[in-house]
């Protein structure tokens, strides 16, 4: 399956460091414009393959809830999930991955649309109050690849 939107930064920190940030789902609200984080589910206490996660997320007065499944965790390469809606509707899959690159690392935010049309169209719009899903998550994501690069140099260089 090919993403149907992605983006890279380079970021001069470690692997490690930026690996623990960006699997840090509870975490990922202080770097996101939308998720506003969640709790991952027992037995579950952090990324695992298959571990599962309920995320909250927010846009303005709407909030809504999904329910989340690793799919993929290399750490330090790879870190992908599914997102489905509370009923268990696939919406999303997101990935992040990392490679080493100069002084630290090349961090690459994919997200693949699976919705079907009604998600596309009719409920996704209405739950989020988004109509153009790509058109904000282009944003989104750029926002959270630079907000990552920001904490994470910024935490290397304290050090």
């Not at 623990?20 to 509870?26: M, Q, R």
């Amino acid at each position: 399956m090919e993403p149907s939107i992605s983006r890279s930064v380079e970021i001069a920190a470690p692997v490690e460091a930026v690996w623990a940030l960006v699997t840090d789902l509870p975490g990922m609200g202080r770097f996101s414009p939308e998720n506003a984080g969640g709790h991952w589910v027992a037995p579950a206490t952090g990324p695992a393959a298959g571990a599962g996660f309920r995320g909250t997320n927010r846009n303005g007065r709407r909030e809504w809830r999904t329910r989340v499944r690793v799919l993929t965790c290399e750490p330090g390469r790879r870190f992908t999930f599914d997102v489905r809606s509370p009923f268990g509707v696939r919406v999303s899959r997101w990935s992040y991955e990392l490679a080493p690159a100069g002084d630290g690392c090349l961090l690459t935010e994919h997200w693949y649309r699976v919705g079907n049309w009604f998600i596309r169209r009719i409920l996704g719009p209405r739950v989020t109050g988004r109509a153009d899903r790509p058109g904000f998550n282009t944003h989104s994501i750029e926002h959270t690849l630079r907000a990552v690069k920001a904490h994470a140099e910024a935490v290397t260089q304290a050090a």
